[in-house]
DNA sequence: GCAATTACCTAAATTAGTTATGCCTAAGAT
DNA sequence: ATCTTAGGCATAACTAATTTAGGTAATTGC
């Protein structure tokens, strides 16, 4: 795993909620969203978004609901919820505290 | 495991790395730095960090030497190596695209 | 019609990190 | 003297997040 991968690990349960925030999205429009926010940066692969998007429903973070488009297709929209809004609140807080923490023990460091 | 735990992966070995970029330090020492400069946040658990400065020994990132202190003590130093060097400084740049990326997501977030 | 994209989902493997344990030495307290 | 606490290294077993790699099916554009 390059170091890149390593380091978004544990991020992604807050930048779901991030987007959620503003407006109710589907689980292709989050992964394209985030995409499309950090120029590429993010790109959440579906193997952890909906796994993740389940278990956020099963804990309260979000509500689903399935809406129907163009025909047979389908979509399932996902909304954040109060207790989503919170955690949302906690963890923004939790990463602020490790990045000044982080850039705390990196201050010493000679970057030449 | 806790918000906080989860966030702290991925951050291992550029900590280790930092403190070691200053002076070669041995196991213990580096876990009692990291936690004194981050004020008890950064608390490296040994099953981490030793295998860790072992994988990180094999990958060339750091060398060791053992030393003899007081009697029969020993403990074993671990220096940054040139390699190390050079990845302190690409993963400290990858911790700084991934922060930015992190915050230009958030920055449309509404945390009242 | 067919390819690319959209859109959902899951099982298996990988890997970082925690927990628990073991072994040994030094120093200070009872 | 012996007990406890701290120092110091190490590994095995487990947990949980993420990737890899698949599968199904509908829509859009050529």
Redesign the interface.
């Known amino acids: 795993m390059s170091?890149?991968d390593?380091?978004?690990?544990?991020?992604t349960t807050?930048?779901i909620l991030?987007?959620l925030?503003?407006e109710p999205m589907y689980g292709y429009q989050i992964s394209r969203e985030?995409a499309r926010?950090?120029?590429g940066?993010?790109d959440m692969k579906e193997g952890l978004l909906y796994p993740l998007l389940h278990r956020m429903k099963r804990e309260g973070l979000v509500s689903s609901q399935w809406q129907t488009v163009s025909g047979a297709r389908r979509r399932k929209y996902y909304a954040i919820t109060k207790a989503g809004l919170e955690a949302?609140?906690?963890?923004?807080q939790?990463?602020q505290?490790?990045?000044s923490?982080?850039q705390?023990?990196?201050a010493?460091?000679?970057?030449s």
């Open positions: 170091i890149r390593q380091i978004r690990k544990g991020s807050l930048l991030a987007v925030s503003e985030l926010r950090s120029g940066y993010f949302l609140q906690e963890q923004a939790e990463w505290m490790f990045m923490q982080l705390g023990v990196l010493g460091v000679n970057l």
